[in-house]
């Protein structure tokens, strides 16, 4: 099976009807027409996050989305 990049998981995450943070990230991220979507890698994706995520409420969302990521793809 070959890995998925964090915004192909991220995806699986998706609910509208969530109030989960991570999930709500998600609903975001689908709409972010420049999101990283082929990236695996956690800087790459922080750094984009840290300059262009002002949907994002708090970076440890990403913290928590990515620890999730890892989880899954181990």
Same mark, same amino acid.
């Given at each position: 099976?070959? +890995? #998925?990049?964090?915004? &192909?998981?991220?995806?699986?995450? +998706? @609910? $509208? /009807? *969530?109030?989960?943070?991570?999930? =709500?990230?998600?609903? /975001?991220?689908?709409? @972010? &027409?420049? !999101? $990283? %979507? =082929?990236?695996?890698?956690?800087?790459?994706l922080? &750094?984009?996050?840290? #300059?262009?995520?002002?949907?994002? $409420? *708090?970076m440890?969302? !990403? @913290?928590?989305?990515?620890?999730l990521? #890892?989880? %899954?793809? /181990?």
């Amino acid at each position: 099976m070959h +890995r #998925l990049s964090f915004y &192909q998981y991220l995806m699986t995450e +998706r @609910d $509208p /009807n *969530s109030h989960k943070e991570v999930a =709500q990230f998600a609903n /975001n991220a689908f709409y @972010d &027409q420049s !999101f $990283p %979507k =082929q990236s695996q890698i956690y800087d790459e994706l922080s &750094q984009y996050l840290e #300059l262009n995520g002002s949907y994002l $409420p *708090s970076m440890t969302v !990403f @913290d928590e989305a990515w620890e999730l990521y #890892l989880e %899954k793809m /181990n």
